[in-house]
């Protein structure tokens, strides 16, 4: 019903922001990550926003990006996922780190969110996994999750991530990882592996 909200931040909460419009303050609940340091008092923003409609109340969630909406929607569509675990399945991963485990099967880092266990975690996995585009995993293609079959060569970032898990790194810990590299576009699979491991130290 209502897609997206453009206003001021009149107000900040543990888990929602007050965003204003045209005199109206409307309640809005967002996840941690999304809150913390994109969002101040006093801020003109856009907020996308999914409308959840219960017998006992209308409720607004809100995203930075229609990304992260689309993403969350598909969340809440597995069963036994409503819009207050979806909210936190991203305040524990972004969407990056989100696409990734999914792709990647790694049902740990999705159970560590609050409320959220490991055969749901399965459940989730398998419900999205054909939902999702290699591609869309970190927004540009040099970054995408790995997947058998799914490397070219030379590309060392993908390249690294693959290394660590073969290692036995958990696969949101080895994107971390492998993000937290400076000018890893730069380097060949050997530094940026390096580089990598030195952050999981």
Partial sequence: MIRYIRGI????????IILENHGVGYRIFMSASAMGGHVRVGDEMKIHTYMSVREDAMLLYGFLTRDDLRLFELLIGVSGIGPKGGLGILSALSADELRFAILSDDAASIAKAPGIGKKTAQKLILELK???KLEDTFGIRQDAAPQAGAFQAGDSVQEAVMALTTLGYPGTEALRAVKAVEGRGEMDTEQVLKAALKHLV
């Fill in 130 to 132: 054909d939902k999702l």
């Fill in 9 to 16: 931040v009149a107000d900040m909460e543990e888990n929602c």
